[in-house]
């Protein structure tokens, strides 16, 4: 524990006028002083001293400090500046992109207009030639299918006639067994041509599908293409490079986005780490330093009992 402050009362004589007096000798000429008695240090006025120089110290600390935290004000103003700065150009850039595209909307509004007019027309023609292909299309399905029961029917007549050949005698069973393989064999034919003729059908509809799918593709993209062109020749060439530089800047935005995304959260790793070194008891270098002065000591209150803990001289029992 600290002893505490007491008021260090040294009693001086009261100040003389110094006046001159006699000479200190008969050859002397310069007139005698008396020199002012110096007054002696007590304890108290030790204790006082180191006390001073404690509060030198911690003065000197704090000063330091204050001059520390100034610089990091005077930095951290002149940052906002430089950031408000920043906001205000790029507002303003940015209120002159916005009106320079508002005043290109509003240019191709009516060549959009034409465009869709001109995409509609040529969309309804596309739309009657498919439903004239279907319309084909479902004919000749039509009349496959009939083909198709036609031949069923001949095939269930031929199954037939063999099963009468079949309950034939015996006697006849020879050439009534050939008719019957060589009626087979014609039915096989038969079903092996229905069926190849039915692929073919199916062939040919896949085949009209997909013409008229990328018909349809096709008239897609020159309609876009015709479109686009008409648009770019009404576009004067500088607004041409006006949108390749826009496009540019959006990629260079999104990069610098995503490079302070980065440096955020380094800065807000970095934030984590100072702050579990502040609270790391190890790192606290005052309470190293100088632990008479840093150290975790109650509160002394009026009501508790103050011991001086100042070192005595105590002699030997001689």
Request: net charge neutral; glycine share 2%; with cysteine.
């Amino acid at each position: 524990k600290l002893p505490p402050v007491i008021p260090a009362v040294n009693k001086q004589p009261p100040i003389q006028r110094r006046r001159p007096s006699t000479a200190c000798s008969s050859t002397c000429q310069h007139p005698w002083i008396p020199r002012p008695v110096k007054p002696t240090n007590t304890g108290a006025d030790k204790v006082n001293l180191s006390e001073r120089r404690i509060l030198r110290i911690l003065i000197k600390g704090k000063q330091k400090s204050l001059e520390e935290y100034r610089k990091v004000k005077e930095l951290l103003r002149k940052e906002n500046v430089r950031i408000k700065d920043l906001i205000v150009n790029s507002e303003e850039t940015v209120h002159n992109d916005v009106h320079t595209m508002m005043k290109k909307y509003e240019k191709f509004r009516g060549a959009a207009k034409r465009l869709n007019k001109q995409f509609e027309q040529e969309y309804s023609v596309s739309m009657e030639d498919l439903m004239k292909t279907k319309t084909t299309v479902s004919q000749s399905l039509e009349t496959l299918t009939k083909d198709l029961e036609e031949t069923n029917l001949e095939v269930e007549v031929g199954y037939n006639h063999l099963t009468v050949l079949h309950s034939y005698k015996e006697r006849e069973y020879l050439l009534k067994a050939q008719r019957i393989g060589e009626l087979e064999q014609e039915i096989q034919k038969l079903v092996e041509e229905q069926q190849d003729e039915w692929n073919d059908v199916e062939d040919v509809i896949c085949i009209q599908k997909e013409q008229q799918q990328e018909h349809k593709n096709r008239a897609g993209i020159e309609i876009k293409d015709k479109a686009t062109s008409v648009a770019l020749s009404y576009v004067h060439p500088s607004w041409k490079d006006m949108v390749q530089q826009n496009d540019i800047l959006t990629r260079e935005i999104a990069t610098h986005k995503k490079h302070i995304s980065d440096l955020k959260t380094k800065n807000s790793s970095l934030e984590e780490e100072l702050e579990e070194l502040l609270r790391n008891p190890a790192m606290d270098t005052h309470s190293t330093l100088f632990p008479e002065i840093f150290t975790n000591q109650p509160i002394c209150t009026p009501d508790m009992e103050v011991v001086l803990d100042i070192p005595q001289r105590v002699l030997l029992p001689i």
